[in-house]
T-cell receptor, first 111, second 112 residues
Framework: QKEVEQDPGPLSVPEGAIVSLNCTYS??????FMWYRQYSRKGPELLMY????GNKEDGRFTAQVDKSSKYISLFIRDSQPSDSATYLC???????????FGQGTRLTINP | NAGVMQNPRHLVRRRGQEARLRCSPM?????VYWYRQLPEEGLKFMVY????????ESGMPKERFSAEFPKEGPSILRIQQVVRGDSAAYFC??????????FGQGTRLTVV
């Protein structure tokens, strides 16, 4: 079993829809949770960074962490074609220093 | 403040040659990570370094791969005697130590 599970998709939605991306994990020591966006042939770009359980909002993006269920989510409101990319979740435990990534979900927003 | 700089962006090597990938972290960042990404796959951790120290190399293949982060200059990922299976995108990330890492644009290695 992988430490971090993420549905690779692909996921295709119409412009303006609310997008929900999710990851589950098995390591209860994970405390820091991140979402990255990666455009084709580019490096991953940090979108959201949260510590422990709760919600964090930044513009059209909302990150949620539910440690009791070992489940994290990224919501994108009013999705735009420019949001089309691969979204990677990542997490790290308090003692370690390496990021563990999910496989990434390929998202396409159709105009 | 420039981001994480990786060079070269593209590198072609013949089987058996050596590949050297360079990474200059963001200013003020003393933690460097290297990841490998194969087509249609996620990012796989290779090594974590701080200045002059390898902290965690649990993701590095046991042979032919090495990494360093000297006191002065960029971090180097070195692959000796490359084989076709080494063809991938190699990403470097840096962090100031609060665990939020920022990535470079990657080096795409092609072994022919």
């Amino acid at each position: 079993q992988k430490e971090v599970e993420q549905d690779p998709g692909p996921l295709s939605v119409p412009e303006g829809a609310i997008v929900s991306l999710n990851c589950t994990y098995s390591n209860s020591a994970f405390q820091y949770f991140m979402w990255y966006r990666q455009y084709s042939r580019k490096g991953p770009e940090l979108l959201m960074y949260t510590y422990s359980s709760g919600n964090k909002e930044d513009g059209r993006f909302t990150a949620q962490v539910d440690k009791s269920s070992k489940y994290i989510s990224l919501f994108i409101r009013d999705s735009q074609p420019s949001d089309s990319a691969t979204y990677l979740c990542a997490m790290i435990d308090q003692g370690a220093q390496k990021l563990v990534f999910g496989q990434g979900t390929r998202l396409t927003i159709n105009p | 403040n420039a981001g994480v700089m990786q060079n070269p962006r593209h590198l072609v090597r013949r089987r058996g040659q050596e590949a050297r990938l360079r990474c200059s972290p963001m200013k003020g960042h003393s933690h460097v990570y290297w990841y490998r990404q194969l087509p249609e796959e996620g990012l796989k951790f290779m090594v974590y370094l701080q200045k002059e120290n390898i902290i965690d190399e649990s993701g590095m293949p046991k042979e032919r791969f090495s990494a360093e982060f000297p006191k002065e200059g960029p971090s180097i990922l070195r692959i000796q005697q490359v084989v076709r299976g080494d063809s991938a995108a190699y990403f470097c990330a840096s962090s100031p130590g609060d665990r939020a890492a920022f990535f470079g644009q990657g080096t795409r290695l092609t072994v022919v």
